[in-house]
């Protein structure tokens, strides 16, 4: 994790390069947060946005499965926060399903949409409310599980 200021301070200085060439090129210069990154809460994301004044070129990719500590964080509740926050900045969502594996490197492990932890469905409702026509897609899904996941009853019932 790197919850140090100085690595946020990195990432600062990193976008102040980067950012006046996504301009001029026309591009978007989107950003993850998560918190394996020095971008790791919506707090961090949000003071980010606002030292570079919410550039309209500088984007957020949101995963909130990528900004969940623990059990005790409620990932609705962090991409609702996120949609009030920064809609605008949101260029897509990062949809996935995991479970916890505790004592692990990684908090989370990516599982068949429908098998862990995550109400898929509400998470696809909610950016969807937030951003008809913004980017939705399925994240970090091995070989397979796309397959499997489209093939049963849940994925019918999101997609119905």
Same mark, same amino acid.
């Given at each position: 994790m790197n919850f140090e200021e100085k690595h946020f301070e990195e990432l600062i200085e990193t976008v102040k390069q980067l950012l006046p060439v996504a301009q001029k090129c026309g591009v978007k210069l989107a950003l993850e947060p998560g918190v394996n990154h020095p971008l790791y809460s919506l707090d961090k994301t949000e003071e980010l946005l606002k030292i570079f004044d919410y550039d309209p070129a500088l984007k957020i990719i949101l995963d909130p499965a990528n900004l969940m500590l623990d059990k005790n964080d409620n990932?609705?509740?962090?991409? #609702? @926060?996120?949609?009030?926050?920064? *809609?605008?900045?949101?260029?897509?969502?990062?949809? #996935? @399903?995991?479970?916890?594996?505790? *004592?692990?490197?990684?908090?989370i492990k990516t599982v068949i949409p429908g098998t862990g932890e995550v109400d898929i469905k509400d998470v696809i409702d909610i950016a969807e409310a937030n951003q008809p026509c913004g980017l939705k897609m399925f994240d970090e899904l091995d070989q397979g599980m796309l397959d499997t996941f489209m093939k049963s009853n849940y994925a019918k019932d999101i997609f119905k």
């Amino acid at each position: 994790m790197n919850f140090e200021e100085k690595h946020f301070e990195e990432l600062i200085e990193t976008v102040k390069q980067l950012l006046p060439v996504a301009q001029k090129c026309g591009v978007k210069l989107a950003l993850e947060p998560g918190v394996n990154h020095p971008l790791y809460s919506l707090d961090k994301t949000e003071e980010l946005l606002k030292i570079f004044d919410y550039d309209p070129a500088l984007k957020i990719i949101l995963d909130p499965a990528n900004l969940m500590l623990d059990k005790n964080d409620n990932l609705t509740s962090i991409i #609702k @926060d996120a949609f009030m926050r920064f *809609n605008d900045q949101i260029v897509a969502v990062h949809v #996935k @399903d995991f479970s916890w594996t505790p *004592n692990a490197k990684r908090l989370i492990k990516t599982v068949i949409p429908g098998t862990g932890e995550v109400d898929i469905k509400d998470v696809i409702d909610i950016a969807e409310a937030n951003q008809p026509c913004g980017l939705k897609m399925f994240d970090e899904l091995d070989q397979g599980m796309l397959d499997t996941f489209m093939k049963s009853n849940y994925a019918k019932d999101i997609f119905k």
